[in-house]
Nanobody, 114 residues
C-alpha cells in the first residue's frame, strides 16, 4: 500500500513563497515519476509540475520560472518550491506518483491573499 503525505500549504501574501513536501512510504525510485497537481474551487484538477525518475521536469506554463520541483532521494520526498505566488495560485495541491497505477496524496491547501 503506497502512501503519499502532502504538507507545507498555508496562507501567504501575493509575492510570497511556500514549499510543499510530499513524503512517500517507499523509495521514490520505485515510481516512474512524481508530480504536483492543483485544483481550485469550481475548476478541474490541473498539472503543475512533474519530475521523472530520470530527472526530466515539466511545468505548467502558468508556473514556469516561479515554481521548482525537486526531490530528496534519501528522504523519499518530493518538493515544490513556489515563489512569487499569485492570487490565481490559490488551490488545493496534490502530490501524485505513478507506476502501473496512480497514487495521490491527501492534498494541502494553498491560499494566496492580496
Amino acid at each position: 500500500q503506497v502512501q503519499l503525505v502532502d504538507s507545507g500549504g498555508g496562507l501567504v501574501q501575493a509575492g510570497g513563497s511556500l514549499r510543499l513536501s510530499c513524503s512517500a512510504s517507499r523509495s521514490i525510485f520505485t515510481f516512474n515519476g512524481m508530480g504536483w497537481y492543483r485544483q481550485a474551487p469550481g475548476k478541474q484538477r490541473e498539472l503543475v509540475a512533474t519530475l521523472t525518475t530520470g530527472g526530466t521536469t515539466t511545468y505548467a506554463d502558468s508556473v514556469k520560472g516561479r515554481f521548482t520541483i525537486s526531490r530528496d532521494n534519501a528522504k523519499n520526498t518530493v518538493y515544490l518550491q513556489m515563489n512569487s505566488l499569485k492570487l490565481e495560485d490559490t488551490a488545493v495541491y496534490y502530490c501524485k506518483a505513478w507506476y502501473l497505477s496512480d497514487y495521490w496524496g491527501q492534498g494541502t491547501q494553498v491560499t494566496v491573499s492580496s
